[in-house]
Every structure is written in structure tokens, then in C-alpha cells.
């Protein structure tokens, strides 16, 4: 494997130290290139036993049932013998059009030792508690389903075609999936059947990454900037409109009381469509409590079952109207947890 080391950071200044480390990955990147309009039979074999392929199929299938093995299996051979399809669900077309400008972009990142600067991996840190280590792997991917980035344990995944030109863009897209294995960290997992606390902490996890990973404040970027800057304006104008869906989710999963809702909660909010209206919400949340309680009771919360945040967001929200309202449904649901329960993060 070919890996670049592009994140490190020690914070060794007292006891409680916090270290976290990332490396780059192209080596699924180039198998894939090599394939593309080679004119040769793919190694499905190998391609089966990748567990890139895997991971990135494992992530997709569970918004799209038809992103299967068998599927990218098809559209990888068909790349190969450089043929374009009519329902190209893994956007290898794209990749056939670049394959030259994507090679040239493999060939900085191999050669060019890229320093993702000091200030990004210091930004990380203020939302990282003590005593957490942190090692992870960013792959890049080429013939994904979607734009942008996601996670798997402490890997990582960034689609290239989407990415390539805009260093800024890629800063920040590693600093948000990082950010995700350093929540595997310290982020509680709720119970696989209380449906609305797994909704409650897929925005936080969410919200918090796009809240540090803030695509708003980068000047100039490329194209997938831009784009992200574009769903960031959208969804500050319909604030209030995202709440207001995620507390139509909250409802309908607690009318319904099975895994199916919160699938299609999920896919609605949180699957990148639609700007991702629920990323917007976590962020909204995150950044109001770290406003008002500062960063240590952030912190605190964030360790805490996700229903507490929340909680804390509603008292916040109950005395400043200019905070977006949380929805009757969601109000509801937090209703019988006790003030109480935040003394474990406020008032120490």
C-alpha cells in the first residue's frame, strides 16, 4: 500500500494528551485507474476481497438496494473496455472522461508530500477530549455512488472526480470523516431499538463534523467548495423548515416504532440529499450550546446519550426565540428527562 502521511498532531503541553494521526491511501484509487479503458478482464476476485469495495458497498446499500457487488462488479468491467452506461449508478463515466486529469492528480498526492497545515489538525483538537488517541486512514475513491466522503471505523473514503483541483475542499472533506473516527472515540452508541435517541445521535455526529469542518469559512476552493458553500446558503435559509422535518421524522417514528422509519428518516436527512437538512440541524444545535455553555460542557454532552444535548438545545431554545424551535414531537420526547440529568455537564 502506498500511503502518505498527512495529519499529525501532538498535544503533549500537559498530562492529558490528545494525539491524532491520519494517512492517505491511493492504492484503491490506482487499481481502479488501471482498469479504466485498459481493455482487460477485471480480477473479480480481487475486487471481491477489497475491502474498500467492500466498505463503500456496505456504506451505499443502505440508502440504494441496488448498489450490490454483482452491480459495481458490471460497471467496473464495463469502465474497463472504456464503454459508458446509460444508468451509471457508480459514475464511472465521469471517470472515463478523466481518466488522464485523474492520473495526474494521483501523481501530486504520490509524489508531493501535502502538508493539510497545522491550523486544521489544531481546529480538530478544540473539539477532542483529553486522553483520546486517534489513528486513521483516508482512502481515495474512484467510481463511487456520490460526491464527498464517508466513514467506516476509523476509515475513511474521499471521492476523487468530485474533489481533484480543490486542495481546500479535500482539507476540509478529511477534517470532517476524521472527525467522524474521533467520535467512535467518545460518542456513546444508542440501543439498536430506541429509534429516535439512533436519529437524536446520527445529526449530532453529523452536525458536529459539519459545524468544525465549516466549508462557509474557506476563501476561494474549487468546484466541490463552491457546491458545498451553495448547500450551506440553502439550508440557513429554510432553518427553521429543517427542524420542522426532522420533528415530522421524530413522528412518524414514534407512531411507527420499527427500524423502517428511522431508514427513512435517514435517507431523507441524512443520506446527502436535499443538502443533508439534518446535518444543518446538528450543526445549528452544536454551535448554539458551544455559544452558550462554552466548550467544556460541549464537550461533556457530547459524551452523554444524545437525548441530553438535545434536551440542553430545548431549555436554550425555550428562553431565546431568536434560536430555532425544536418541534412538538421532539419537545415531547425529551419532556421526561429531568433538568437534573445535565448536572453531570453544567454547573460543576
Known sequence: MKHLAILGFLLASTPAQADIAVELDISFAESVLNDVCSGKQIDEAAIRQSSAVANMLAHFSQFRDYFTMDAYLASRQQAAHC????????????????????????????????????????????????????????????????????????DFYVDLPCIMGDAPGLQYLIAHESYHGIQEKFMPTPGETDHVARLFSAVMREGSATAIADFSKI???????????????????RSQQN????????????????????????????????????????ATIFNAIDEADGREVLLCLMQQPSKLIFKRYAMLAEHDKRLRQLGVSTVGELRPIEDGALDVCIGK
Open 83 to 154: 464503454q459508458k452506461a446509460d444508468r451509471d449508478i457508480f459514475r464511472f463515466n465521469d471517470v472515463i472522461d478523466k481518466k488522464q486529469a485523474l492520473l495526474v492528480e494521483l501523481a501530486t498526492m504520490k509524489n508531493t508530500q501535502q502538508d493539510y497545515s497545522h491550523d486544521l489538525v489544531s481546529m480538530l483538537m478544540l473539539f477532542v477530549p483529553a486522553d483520546i488517541s486517534y489513528s486513521g486512514r483516508a482512502t481515495i475513491a474512484i467510481g463511487t455512488p456520490s460526491c464527498g466522503g464517508w466513514s467506516v471505523g476509523s
Open 219 to 237: 476563501t476561494g476552493g474549487g468546484s466541490y467548495t463552491a457546491s458545498s458553500k451553495q448547500s450551506i446558503r440553502r439550508n440557513a435559509s
Open 243 to 282: 427542524f420542522d422535518l426532522l420533528d415530522m421524522a421524530v413522528a412518524y417514528i414514534l407512531h411507527t416504532s420499527g427500524a423502517e422509519a428511522y431508514d427513512v428518516a435517514n435517507n431523507i436527512g441524512l443520506s446527502g440529499s436535499f443538502d443533508a437538512p439534518y446535518y444543518a440541524v446538528g
